[in-house]
Each structure stands twice: as C-alpha cells, then as structure tokens.
C-alpha cells in the first residue's frame, strides 16, 4: 500500500471537521449558557473527543470499509445532531429514548416542524458533503496501521474521553448523578455521549421494575406519613361543597399567568378570564404552578391525576401507562361518577387511548366524535370554540354527577390563526411565536367565554362546578429575549420560575366568597383539593400533594429539575432567591434553601420509585378497582 506521508488520513480530517461542527452548532445554533473559560474549552473539547471516538474506530478495519464506515457514521452522527437541533427549539431539551418512541406524537408535529427550520441548518451537513467526496476519490485516504499502532490510536480515545469527564466532573460536580438536567450534561460531555448515556439508564430503569420489591412501598408511605400534615378534611371549610355537583375540569393549553391582565396594543389579552378570575364565584390560585416535564400536556394529566411527579426523562403516559394507579378517574368511579375525557386529537397521541383505559376513564371522545372542516379547523386541528360548541350533546348524555376533562388545542405552538379569527393585534419582538402567543390566547378566551355560555343555555351550569388550569408553559426560555421586552425586566432564574405560573380557577356556581388565593400551590396538589371539594375521603392513598385549602404553608412546589418554590424562597440553578423580593440570597444566607432542596430531592426520588418499580401493585388502597 502506497501512501504519501504528508496526507492527512481520512478519519483525522473526519474528526476535525466533525467536531468543529459540532462545536460551532453548540455554540451557536443550542442556546446554551456558557459561564466561564472552563465551560467554553469543555464545549469546543467535546465534540473532537467524541467525534474521534466514532472515528478511530475505522482504523480497526480494512481501506474500502473504512472509507464507507466513515461517511455513513459522519451522516448518522449530523441525523442526529440535527435532529436535537429541532426538537431543542421546539421543547429547549434534548431527545431521551422514551421519547423517540412517541411516533404518533412525531408525525403529529409536522406542521410545526417548518416552523422549526433555519436555512442555516445547513451548515450541519456540510462537513458530511466534504467526507463523502473525499472518501470516494481515487486517492486513498485511509489508513492501515500495525496492531501497535491501532492500539495507540484507540489509546488516544480513551485519553480523550477520560480528559473530558474529568475536566466536566471538576466544572459540574456530580453530574451523571444530577442526571435531570442534560443541559449539564450535553455541554460537559456531548450529545453523543449524552445518548450512550441516556441508553445506559433506560436500560437500568427497565430493570427497575423487576428488581422491586414490597419494602419500597412502606419507605413511600413512611415517608408521606411523616411529612403530610395531620389535617382531617372536614377542619377546612370546603370541605364536600361540590358534593354530587359535576365536574367539569378544563386543561387550557400552554396557557401562562403572565396572559392575564396582558395588554397587547391596550387591547385586553384575556378579558373574559381577567372577570372570571375576580368574579364572587371563582377562587382563584395565583401562585400555581406547572410541574411538567418532557411529556408536556400528558405530564400535566398524569400529575393531576396520580399527584405523583412525572419522570425526568419521556413520558409516563408512554413508558409505564400499564402500571397499577389509584388514579382520580378510578376512585370518582367508585364514588358513583360517570368520567370521560373530551379531547379533538387522534387518541392515541400520549398514549391517551391506552393510559385512559388503565386509569377507569367511561369514555374518550377523540377526535372521531367530532365533525372536523376546513372550515373549523387549523393548526393542530379543530377549533376550540367549534370543540366546545359540539361537546355540549355529549355532556348533555353523561349520567349524573359526571367527571369530564377537556383538553383545548388551539393555543398550541406555533399559535398561528387564520386573520379573520384574530381579535388581538400581532406582538412586536424578534419573536415569531411570542408574537402569535397571544392571538391563540385571546382566541381561547372566547372559546371559553362560549362555553360557558352554552353550559348555562343547557343547564349543565348550575349543577356543576368547573376548573380551570393551564397545562404547562408556551413560551420557553428560548424567547426570554423577547419575553424580557414584553415584561419590561430581565429574565434570571427566579423570573423563568415565576414564569411557570398557570392559571388555576375553581368556579362554584352559586357560591358568592370567591377570593384570590396568594398559597404556593402546583399541580401535584389538585387531585387531593377535588377530591377535598367533592367531599370524598379516601381512607388510603398515597399522595405527594396536599389540599390547597388546608391552613398549613410549610409546603413546596417542587419541579421536576429540582428547583422548588415555597412560601419563604425560590430555589433554581443552584441559586437561593428570596421570594418576595426576587433577590439572590448571598453568604451564609443561600443555604437556606439547603434543607427544603433535600427533601424536595428525596421526594422527587421515591415518586420515581414508585413509578419504575410499579409499587403501588404492592398497596392495597381498599378500592376495588385494585389488583
Ligand atoms: C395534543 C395536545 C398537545 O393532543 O394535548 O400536546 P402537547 O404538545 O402540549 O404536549
Ligand atoms: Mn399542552
């Protein structure tokens, strides 16, 4: 084999422009946050060490498959990159495995998708284009080394690899333990090695299920024992107020607080929930929260459902929706309730069709029970006033009292609507989605103002009470730029939690001491507070929540990243801030938020126990609905 000296071998050119740009799509296409010197080597570090390790490997093999190994691994590895890149700017997170298997969902998104796109992307498959061609020419360009050398070549990698976990280890102690947060761990060691890793905990996870045992089940219960307050429902005052009413529960989407008394143009956003939430029926939580995480909506159902966390990685309504629950929809059953869930999509997408029928919904009118046009329908499918106007039939039919949940649509991203339906200008930023953010709202808002209408016109009204929540945000980090302009302040962390703020309304008909509750309250708190107002005490269950209405506020919210609000601090990234002023708490003072971060953490932990060990198949929740 002849080869001139001065030739640079293929995989070596491979791995420079490989990791180049990798690096530059890091630095410039992500939003990552890069704080120092140290983060900055570690990022331009990273991708050469890990593009040289799927590349050195070719040297192991013989010319002409090296040369096809590394143009299918350069064009595989970019796949992959770009498709983070995508799903980065849709959701500002990274790809775990449970999610690549929400197809359904994947094929959903289509319409955004080319919302998605930037004609700088290209720049991804450039350096692939380069490979390609150099890898078919005549000159050859591979290598063919001793077994001495081949060994010294993979050395390197290994040098490689240990060099960046020390150095990610020294800058982000503790990293692959604090694994939730993967912006962490992309920066510090790649989105390659991010996925190697992402594989090992799955696998570990599944594992999970089968190596749990009854035990684990009393360290959950001991645990809710200790910390819950021993507060009997019946000593807080709504207790059964809405005893035998409906339930008429509305999940409004990607719906923030900050929409609420919004002005766009001094054109009101939202006035029918601005009266709503001040109206002598409505108590409405100011401070609630979304606890959601990569499942989005289907993480906002399972939370209010289940009052367990969601998973730090994919979507329980996908990786366990055969596990044993003591769910909100079974327990109502038992209590003599008709429960259905209303929503104008396909019915498997979250898994719904499979997880609703775990969890003892009686019906799911999907997106078949409705007539769809043209005429009623964009974006993501039918209209929002269209979906409310044509449920009514179906309310009308439940046996009473009913349970029915309805999960809105059209306020969905990219919240694009026909002109003809906006009622609210356009939002000024460099923004596209902020600036159709509140279209969508406003759009909502009306729907909701309708339905309302319509419920009252069938008389469903009085003999109901309805609640309103948002599911989870709308606007991610990613347009806190514009964001800062639209609230006119910069968004550190405390803003982005106070950020996570949705509306949380419970309207009673009737009722006449409607007030404005300022409690730190989140999701995870909404199943024991309906079942608090329906007057259903369950003798056992197992809840991380609490009821709202109780007196107690030595509570938190906890989210799923770790960052907590109570009454007193916010906690995020690491800094303590005080929460009524807003203010990093600095020396001595930070570690306040130490022993709440604890427990806040251990929390977190055994409501995944729960979940990957499908402990509560060990429970008995006297209910016999039960296995
Ligand atoms: C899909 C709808 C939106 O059916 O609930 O889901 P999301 O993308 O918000 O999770
Ligand atoms: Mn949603």
Redesign the pocket.
Same mark, same amino acid.
């Given at each position: 084999m002849q080869r001139k000296h001065l030739r640079m071998p293929l995989f070596v050119i491979a791995t420079l422009l490989f990791g180049l740009k990798t690096y530059i799509v890091y630095r410039f296409m992500f939003d990552l946050s890069i704080e120092n010197a140290m983060q900055e080597f570690i990022l331009f570090m990273n991708p050469i060490a890990s593009a040289y390790l799927i590349f050195a490997i070719s040297v192991w093999l013989n010319p002409k498959r090296q040369m096809k190994y590394l143009r299918w691994t350069a064009l595989i590895g970019s796949l992959v990159l770009f498709a983070n890149l995508i799903f980065y700017r849709n959701f500002t997170d990274f790809i775990t495995i449970p999610v690549l298997f929400q197809g359904n =969902?994947a094929a /959903?998104l289509t319409g955004s998708f080319l919302t998605l796109l930037h004609w700088e992307d290209i720049i991804i498959f450039l350096d692939v284009a380069i490979i390609w061609y150099l890898s078919k020419q005549k000159f050859d360009l591979s290598v063919s080394l001793p077994r001495s050398g081949k060994i010294a070549a993979t050395a390197v990698t290994f040098l490689l690899l240990a060099g960046n976990v020390v150095l990610a280890e020294v800058e982000r102690p503790m990293l692959f333990v604090r694994a939730f947060d993967r912006e962490y761990l992309v920066k510090n060691i790649g989105i390659y090695n991010y996925h190697l890793y992402d594989m090992t905990m799955q696998t570990k996870t599944r594992a999970q299920r089968v190596m749990a045992d009854e035990s684990e089940i009393s360290e959950v219960e001991t645990y809710l024992d200790e910390h819950s307050p021993d507060l009997k429902g019946e000593e807080a005052d709504l207790f059964g107020i809405a005893e035998d009413k409906n339930v008429i529960f509305v $999940?409004v989407?990607?719906f923030q607080n900050f929409l609420l008394d919004s002005e766009v143009n001094g054109t009101e956003t939202t006035p029918f929930l601005n009266d709503l939430k001040e109206s002598k029926d409505t108590i409405w939580f100011e401070n609630f929260y979304h606890q959601t995480a990569q499942?989005?909506? $289907?993480?906002s159902e399972f939370i209010v459902e289940n009052s367990l966390y969601p998973l730090g990685r994919g979507a329980v309504y996908f990786t366990h929706a055969q596990n044993e629950y003591n769910a909100l929809p079974e327990i109502l059953n038992n209590n003599g309730y008709q429960t259905s869930v209303f929503?104008a =999509? =396909?019915k498997t997408? %979250?898994n719904?069709d499979v997880m609703y029928d775990n969890i003892g919904y009686d019906q799911f009118y999907g997106e078949q029970s409705f007539q769809v046009t043209p005429e009623n329908s964009f974006g %993501?499918g039918l209209e929002d006033k269209a979906f409310f106007e044509q449920s009514i039939k179906y309310l009308q039919s439940q046996d009473k009292p009913f349970y029915s949940k309805f999960?809105t649509?059209t306020h969905?991203?990219p919240f694009e609507l026909p002109e003809e339906k906006a009622n609210i200008d356009l939002y000024d930023s460099g923004s596209n989605t902020l600036n159709h953010y509140f279209q969508t709202a406003r759009y909502t808002d009306e729907a909701l103002e309708k339905f309302f209408e319509q419920l009252k016109q069938s008389g469903i009204y009085e003999d109901s009470i309805i609640v309103l929540m948002g /599911?989870?945000y709308g606007i991610s980090e990613y347009h806190n730029k514009a964001m800062s302009q639209f609230l006119g302040k910069e968004i550190d962390g405390y803003e982005h939690v106070q950020l996570q703020r949705v509306p949380f309304m419970v309207h009673i008909p009737g009722y006449e001491g409607g007030e404005i509750k300022e409690k730190v309250v989140g999701q995870i708190d909404v199943k024991p507070t309906l079942l608090h107002l329906l007057g259903i005490e369950e003798e056992k269950d197992l809840t991380f929540g609490e009821n709202m209405f109780a007196d107690q506020e030595d509570d938190f919210v906890a989210f799923r990243n770790g960052s907590f609000v109570n009454e007193e601090y916010i906690y995020t990234d690491g800094v303590c801030y005080d929460r009524e002023t807003g203010d990093p708490l600095e020396g001595e003072q930070s570690e306040a938020c130490a022993p709440v971060k604890k427990q806040v953490d251990q929390e977190l932990k055994l409501s995944d126990n729960v979940i990957y060990g499908d402990l509560f198949r060990f429970y008995d929740f006297g209910n016999s609905n039960n296995k």
């Open positions: =969902n /959903d $999940s989407e990607s499942g989005k909506t $289907s993480d929503h =999509n =396909n997408f %979250w719904r %993501w999960i649509l969905h991203f /599911d989870h």
